[in-house]
């Protein structure tokens, strides 16, 4: 967005508010003009609303559960704001057949699973595996999780 050259508002979670705020820090050190890119650390239910009903907001993106993302489409319907997305869920999975290199196969999966700590909109976070390499796959995935 801000490529495109607009401005942008990030709302981050409330839980884990921190790399938004550190990110916000660099932009300045980095020469952004100010107010283009601003963060608002603030509790959801009480900005999301606020957010999508500002006459001044063209657009809305937002990433994260289910739940919250039905919240904001029911306050869009009562807000202006003529554009939204939502992407939602992100419980993606990884099939793993008896016939696979299981070290191999381990390997990928907890790669999916830890990417960037878990903060992975398309992390493998299920895993689909037969009974009968499930044990020996559990106890390899165990051990290089350790």
């Not at 660099?26 to 509790?43: F, Q, S, W, Y």
């Not at 609303?49 to 994260?64: A, C, R, Y």
């Not at 689909?128 to 499930?134: H, S």
């Amino acid at each position: 967005m801000l490529a495109a050259g607009w401005v942008c508002v990030v709302k981050p979670s409330e839980q884990t508010p921190l790399t938004a705020l550190h990110v916000a820090h660099l932009r300045k050190e980095v020469g952004v003009t100010p107010g283009v890119a601003n963060v608002i650390p603030a509790h959801g239910p009480t900005a999301g609303p606020v957010i999508l009903e500002h006459p001044d907001i063209n657009k809305v993106s937002f990433t994260g559960c289910t739940r919250v993302g039905k919240l904001l489409q029911e306050a869009a319907g009562r807000s202006k704001t003529e554009r939204d997305n939502r992407e939602l869920g992100g419980k993606s999975q990884l099939v793993i057949f008896p016939d696979a290199n299981l070290d191999e196969a381990t390997r990928i999966a907890h790669l999916h699973v830890f990417l960037n700590i878990g903060q992975c909109r398309v992390a493998a976070s299920r895993l689909c595996v037969l009974e009968d390499i499930y044990d020996n796959l559990f106890a390899k995935a165990k051990q290089l999780a350790a």
